[in-house]
Structures are given as structure tokens and as C-alpha cells.
């Protein structure tokens, strides 16, 4: 049975702020965890309108392992093949800080202006257990840092909670609405 968007897991379910661990062989089990990952990123994808699924961390299927997913093409639907990064670390951040939007599939409908640096060096392991080593530089570099933090058990809401200006909703026609801070910093299901 293929895992579907009702595996993902939301706040504030409490394992979304527990650390990850690091894989220490790259087992069948792992594999599964890789493949289901991506099932479950497509499956969300195909139930949204205006939002492309472009990455995942295992935690968000509940598998508290050190590993990310992240579609090869960040803009195109059509194309669903992912690359894998396992025990994916940032061993350099460089470039400045830039303030985008930023969502994830944990916190449905929100969306967040996330400071992040623009350029980021990453270090991880393919699904072959080989080194990996890349530079990664504006959206890409975004997507790394959102999907690093998430290993730490860091959600991107937790960047900007004292920033009354952040905070916006996706409504179903696709757009971006400020949210009002007062019910963003008083919501119980966003915070610890
Ligand atoms: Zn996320």
C-alpha cells in the first residue's frame, strides 16, 4: 500500500519539533521510508491547486530519520522524480539573507516571509550511501534550509513567531492574505 497525503503529518503533532536521526545504513527499510516519502509528497501535490510539493522530510511521515526529498523540477507538476539526501547537513552558508514566502505540508494554508540565506553548501549521502556535495542557490537553497530544520525539529513558523508582519493565509483561489498576528501567535495548534 502506497502512503497518501493523509500520512503527512500536521501540528501540532509533536514529533514535527523532535530530532531526527542520523541513518547509519542505508537499509530496505530506508528505501521503503524514501519511496513512501515520495508517495506521499505526489499524493499531496495532486490534491492541491495552486501548490507544487517541491520537498519532504521523513519526519513528516512520522519517520524520525535524518533524510529529505526534493523534486528535480521546483516548477512542473509533470515531472515527479525526486532526488534523495540522507544524514544532509549545510557546511556552509553564504550569499545574504533574503525574506521570501515559505509553506510547508505540515502547516497546511500558512504561509510565512522566511529569512534565509541564498546560497548554501550541502553535504549529504545518496540512496548508494556515496557523498553527495552541492551548492544550492535561491529557492533551492530555501528548500534546503526549510528541510534541514526540519531534521532539527525546527518548523519555519518558529523563524518569524515574533515578526507580526509574517504570517499569511492561502485561500482557495490561490492567494496570499495576510493573517491577522493576534490569532497567528494565540493559535494553540502552532506552538509548543
Ligand atoms: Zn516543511
Given at each position: ?23 547509519a ?11 513512501d ?46 532526488m ?11 550569499g ?97
Open positions: 500500500m502506497s502512503l497518501t497525503k493523509d500520512d503527512i503529518i500536521t501540528l501540532p503533532n509533536p514529533h514535527l519539533r523532535q530530532k531526527s536521526l542520523r541513518v545504513y542505508i537499509t530496505e527499510e530506508i528505501k521503503r521510508v524514501v519511496q516519502m515520495i508517495d506521499a509528497t505526489l499524493s499531496w501535490d495532486a490534491s492541491r491547486n495552486h501548490e507544487v510539493g517541491v520537498a519532504l522530510a521523513a519526519v513528516q511521515i512520522d519517520q524520525l530519520y535524518q533524510i529529505i526529498v526534493v523534486r528535480n523540477d521546483l516548477e512542473h507538476k509533470e515531472d515527479q522524480t525526486f534523495v539526501f540522507i544524514n544532509p547537513v549545510i557546511t556552509k552558508k553564504e545574504e539573507l533574503s525574506k521570501d514566502y515559505e509553506g510547508c505540508l505540515s502547516v497546511p494554508d500558512i504561509y510565512g516571509k522566511v529569512k534565509r540565506y541564498t546560497k548554501v553548501r550541502v553535504k549529504a549521502l545518496d540512496l548508494n550511501g556515496q557523498t553527495i556535495r552541492l551548492t544550492a542557490e535561491g529557492f533551492l537553497a530555501r528548500i534546503f534550509q526549510h528541510e534541514i530544520d526540519h531534521l532539527n525539529g525546527l518548523m519555519f513558523i518558529d523563524h518569524i513567531k515574533d515578526d507580526p508582519n509574517a504570517f499569511y493565509h492561502l485561500d482557495e483561489d490561490g492567494k496570499l492574505t495576510k493573517l491577522a498576528y493576534e490569532s497567528v501567535k494565540t493559535d494553540p495548534i502552532l506552538w509548543e
